[in-house]
Nanobody, 127 residues
Framework: QPHLAESGGGLVQSGGSLTLSCTAS????????VGWFRQAPGKEREGVCS????????EYRVFVKDRFNVSRDNAKNQVYLQMDSLKPEDTAIYYC????????????????????WGQGTQVTVSS
């Protein structure tokens, strides 16, 4: 039973940093690209970034480019999201997602391309 769990969320002031972790169980994370998504109150879920199976390719949405960095440690079945220069508009529940059965491309920030999701972790950035 493939499962993902996020951790590392919390409260941080504007301009601060936070690192999220995504831990997989029930499948080999190295077999799947991983995406990070977020959803703020009253807004639709949006893609944040994605990383290929081997970590060599990363895809970022423009609103987090140069501020966020995604990486992975397949030996630990983990993927990470390093968030720097956080802004209040980054406040959201953050989710990681995987596609154990495969993806048609190295990375994607399309939510419907993933079929295993974590429960999310809350990130709150104060002004």
């Amino acid at each position: 039973q493939p499962h993902l769990a996020e951790s590392g969320g919390g409260l941080v002031q504007s301009g601060g940093s936070l690192t999220l972790s995504c831990t997989a169980s029930g499948f080999t994370l190295g077999d799947s690209a991983v995406g990070w998504f977020r959803q703020a109150p009253g807004k639709e879920r949006e893609g944040v970034c994605s990383i290929s199976r081997d970590g060599q390719t990363q895809e970022y949405r423009v609103f987090v480019k140069d501020r966020f960095n995604v990486s992975r440690d397949n030996a630990k079945n983990q993927v990470y999201l390093q968030m720097d220069s956080l802004k209040p508009e980054d406040t959201a529940i953050y989710y990681c997602a995987a596609a154990p059965s495969g993806l048609g491309r190295p990375t994607t920030v399309r939510a419907r391309d993933y079929d295993v999701w974590g429960q999310g972790t809350q990130v709150t950035v104060s002004s």
